[in-house]
């Protein structure tokens, strides 16, 4: 149940970071995940922060306009693995970057 990016993640972020900033013209959507626990309308809530707190880093941490980059969350609805274990939850818990 949290929307803070974990240290784990600034090397990818860094990756998108350089493409963006190579690529001046291409703008992106963030999409927020969650596993299935708690209620939609939390789950819906915490993806759409967790879209958020990964623009903010791009955009704090590395300059990144944040014109270019739109946020969106799913909540539970779009799981890539089923919600039946702590694995797979952990799979549904994600943020993805859409080229737009």
């Known amino acids: 149940n949290k929307d803070v990016v974990k ?3 600034a090397g990818t972020l860094k990756m998108i970071a350089d493409v963006l ?3 001046p013209g291409v703008r ?3 999409v927020g995940h969650t ?3 708690g209620d939609d309308a939390s789950n819906l809530d ?3 922060r967790r879209a958020v707190a990964v623009k903010n880093a791009l955009v704090t941490g590395y300059g990144i ?3 270019r980059i739109e946020t969106d969350g799913k909540g539970e609805k779009e799981p890539v693995a089923p919600n039946d ?3 797979n939850k952990a799979l549904n818990r ?3 970057f859409i080229k737009r």
């Open 35 to 37: 596993d299935s626990d």
């Open 28 to 30: 992106i959507r963030i």
């Open 94 to 96: 994600r943020v993805e």
């Open 85 to 87: 274990s702590a694995t």
């Open 46 to 48: 915490l993806s759409q």
């Open 21 to 23: 900033t190579e690529n």
């Open 65 to 67: 306009d944040a014109a």
């Open 7 to 9: 240290p784990a993640s």
